[in-house]
Structures are given as structure tokens and as C-alpha cells.
């Protein structure tokens, strides 16, 4: 279902958005602002969200962006949503961890200290070795004239 074709009342609705959020939590950002505002401090509602689909951590309160447990859940399901937890979870360890070895990407969005660490960078490496693989088969096919 997709929210942003619906009429307003339906996007304030709470069971409708909430059945939406079920097929896809991202479907919240067409939810009502009130709504945003009520499901984003909801801990049930934003664990539920962010173990389907990590990046919904976006639409958590400050102190849920806080909170390890959500932060680890959201994390596994997608690493990027590093970026959305509070500055004190980018800096630990688990959690960097943990989101490196579900995106290497996410590695950007950790602290400074834990850019450095080997185990986090190793944890990283796969999914950069495999950007820098297919960078690397994009060249060569450019340069061959594979393209042409």
C-alpha cells in the first residue's frame, strides 16, 4: 500500500498507516506528521519497524536512536542506518561491528577512532573489496573499449 496516493484521512488513520508500516516501514514518512511524531517515540513500533527495514530508525526520537537494543536491530537489517543512531552508539563497538558486517558502507558513518580499528575495518572489507572489484571490471571494460 502505498500512502503518499492516499487521501489525508487516511494517512492520519493509525490502523491504516500502522498496516502499511507492516508491509513497509518506510511507509510512515506518508504517514500524518502526528503520527510520525506518536510511532517514532513508540519503542514497540519503531523495534518492529527497524528489524524489517533499519533505515526507519530516521523517523525514531532522539532517545530511541539511544536506545542499543533498537539501534543493534536496525543495524543488522541495514547498516546504513548507523547514520541515523544517536553519536554515542556510532562510537560503539558492537554496534559499529554489527553494522559493518551488514553494509561495509556503513563503515562512513562510525566514529573516528572506530574508522581506525581493525577489526571494524575488517568486518567492513567484503563489501568494499566488492565495490573495488566491480569499480575495477568497469574500468577495464571502459579502457578495453567494451562499451562501444
Same mark, same amino acid.
Given at each position: 500500500?502505498?500512502?503518499?496516493?492516499?487521501?489525508?484521512?487516511?494517512?492520519?488513520?493509525?490502523?491504516?498507516?500502522?498496516?502499511?508500516?507492516?508491509?513497509?516501514?518506510?511507509?510512515?514518512?506518508?504517514?500524518?506528521?502526528?503520527?510520525?511524531?506518536?510511532?517514532?517515540?513508540? =519503542?514497540?513500533?519503531? $523495534? *518492529?519497524? !527497524? @528489524?524489517?527495514? %533499519?533505515?526507519? &530508525?530516521?523517523? /525514531?526520537?532522539?532517545? +530511541? #536512536?539511544?536506545?542499543?537494543?533498537?539501534?543493534?536491530?536496525?543495524?543488522?537489517?541495514?547498516?546504513?542506518?548507523?547514520?541515523?543512531?544517536?553519536?554515542?552508539?556510532?562510537?560503539? =563497538?558492537?554496534?559499529? $561491528? *554489527?553494522? !559493518? @558486517?551488514?553494509? %561495509?558502507?556503513? &563503515?562512513?558513518? /562510525?566514529?573516528?577512532? +572506530? #574508522?581506525?580499528?581493525?577489526?571494524?575495518?575488517?568486518?567492513?572489507?567484503?563489501?568494499?573489496?566488492?565495490?573495488?572489484?566491480?569499480?575495477?571490471?568497469?574500468?577495464?571494460?571502459?579502457?578495453?573499449?567494451?562499451?562501444?
Amino acid at each position: 500500500m502505498n500512502l503518499y496516493f492516499c487521501a489525508k484521512a487516511l494517512r492520519a488513520d493509525r490502523e491504516v498507516v500502522l498496516a502499511a508500516m507492516a508491509h513497509n516501514p518506510l511507509a510512515l514518512s506518508a504517514g500524518s506528521a502526528a503520527l510520525r511524531r506518536e510511532f517514532g517515540a513508540d =519503542r514497540a513500533v519503531m $523495534l *518492529a519497524a !527497524c @528489524q524489517k527495514s %533499519g533505515t526507519a &530508525l530516521r523517523y /525514531a526520537t532522539e532517545d +530511541l #536512536r539511544a536506545d542499543k537494543e533498537l539501534v543493534l536491530a536496525a543495524v543488522t537489517s541495514d547498516g546504513n542506518a548507523l547514520q541515523f543512531a544517536a553519536k554515542a552508539l556510532q562510537s560503539n =563497538r558492537q554496534i559499529v $561491528l *554489527a553494522a !559493518c @558486517q551488514s553494509k %561495509g558502507g556503513a &563503515l562512513q558513518f /562510525a566514529s573516528a577512532h +572506530l #574508522r581506525e580499528d581493525f577489526d571494524v575495518s575488517m568486518a567492513a572489507r567484503p563489501a568494499i573489496d566488492r565495490y573495488v572489484a566491480e569499480a575495477a571490471i568497469a574500468d577495464a571494460k571502459i579502457y578495453s573499449g567494451a562499451n562501444e
